[in-house]
T-cell receptor, first 110, second 107 residues
Framework: EPEVTQTPSHQVTQMGQEVILRCVPI?????FYWYRQILGQKVEFLVS????????KSEIFDDQFSVERPDGSNFTLKIRSTKLEDSAMYFC????????FGSGTRLTVV | GIQVEQSPPDLILQEGANSTLRCNFS?????LQWFHQNPWGQLINLFY???GTKQNGRLSATTVATERYSLLYISSSQTTDSGVYFC?????????FGAGTRLTVKP
């Protein structure tokens, strides 16, 4: 069964550093998403991406976040200057009808 | 955006028992999914069920779209069923998650 692949599975970074989380969506999917889940809390929508542009973003997705599809297969989330409260599991998803989620990247900001 | 509410927030069962998890949503949906979050944090898709009933082994789900709710049934529960179950739904906007039901199945 096709999968959404996320790398790395874990990342530890110093506060103030930039991080890039990477995702390879399912090849025939057209819609791509990033969600995050702070430990013990609900899964929150960050941003959706379609036709090489952001289609919707939440209030969480402020100026420190950006997304990019640098080539035909990768989809990235960049956090420019990480804060302690950015520590969370970040999920990438893609969809045609139903959503398929990747296994997540656990980001720890120290 | 759509609001998704799940109940109960926590559920503790003995192995072999049956359970029903509920998901209410605030608007009509064109997508509703049930996920199981395993101990490693992965979101495992259980059902894509914007309407109707589906079954997969010991799990089944029913969505009554006109009444804006969905139910997940777990029969003959096993310890490996433990974890958090999320309902997520969307209409014309992007998918929103409920807060989840934390299921603990005791041996």
């Amino acid at each position: 069964e096709p999968e959404v692949t996320q790398t790395p599975s874990h990342q530890v970074t110093q506060m103030g550093q930039e991080v890039i989380l990477r995702c390879v969506p399912i090849s025939n999917h057209l819609y791509f998403y990033w969600y995050r889940q702070i430990l013990g809390q609900k899964v929150e929508f960050l941003v959706s991406f379609y036709n090489n542009e952001i289609s919707e973003k939440s209030e969480i997705f402020d100026d420190q976040f950006s997304v990019e599809r640098p080539d035909g297969s990768n989809f990235t989330l960049k956090i420019r200057s990480t804060k302690l409260e950015d520590s969370a599991m970040y999920f990438c998803a893609s969809s045609v009808r139903g959503y398929t989620f990747g296994s997540g990247t656990r980001l720890t900001v120290v | 955006g759509i609001q998704v509410e799940q109940s109960p927030p926590d559920l503790i069962l003995q192995e072999g028992a049956n359970s029903t998890l509920r998901c209410n949503f605030s608007d009509s949906v064109n997508n509703l999914q049930w996920f199981h979050q395993n101990p490693w944090g992965q979101l495992i898709n259980l059902f894509y069920i914007p309407s109707g009933t589906k079954q997969n082994g010991r799990l089944s789900a029913t969505t009554v779209a006109t009444e804006r709710y969905s139910l997940l049934y777990i029969s003959s529960s096993q310890t490996t069923d433990s974890g958090v179950y999320f309902c997520a739904a969307n209409n014309n906007n992007d998918m929103r998650f409920g807060a989840g039901t934390r299921l603990t199945v005791k041996p």
